[in-house]
Nanobody, 123 residues
């Protein structure tokens, strides 16, 4: 069983920055992929960025150049550095993990999810 706990959300003005963290508890076996997703009320959850355990990353087009995902495999932590934030980045942000060889942003591919942390960007 894996538990994911996000932190670091909050309110910021447009153009500002925030750093989200995700602590993973439990046994990580074999290869895995960790990702950040976001969801607003009434909308489908969408992928933001993901990182494989070998360090390869992928990002949604909407955040490329502004968001950076990183992980510490020894500590089982995942982070998302968000810069040049826009009001449309406002959402609940979730951390997720998938075991096995995969690098992508498909929601249905991920096995375990955190409870989320709210990010609000005001104009």
């Amino acid at each position: 069983q894996v538990q994911l706990v996000e932190s670091g959300g909050g309110s910021v003005q447009a153009g500002g920055s925030l750093r989200l963290s995700c602590a993973a508890f439990g046994y990580f076996y074999g290869s895995h992929c960790m990702g950040w997703f976001r969801q607003t009320l009434g909308q489908e959850r969408e992928g933001v960025g993901a990182i494989a355990d070998d360090g390869r990353t992928t990002y949604a087009d909407s955040v490329k150049g502004r968001f950076t995902i990183s992980q510490d495999n020894a500590k089982n932590t995942l982070e998302l550095q968000m810069s040049s934030l826009k009001p449309e980045d406002t959402a609940m942000y979730y951390c997720a993990v998938r075991f096995g060889g995969y690098l992508g942003l498909r929601v249905t591919e991920f096995d375990y999810w955190g409870q989320g942390t709210q990010v609000t960007v005001s104009s």
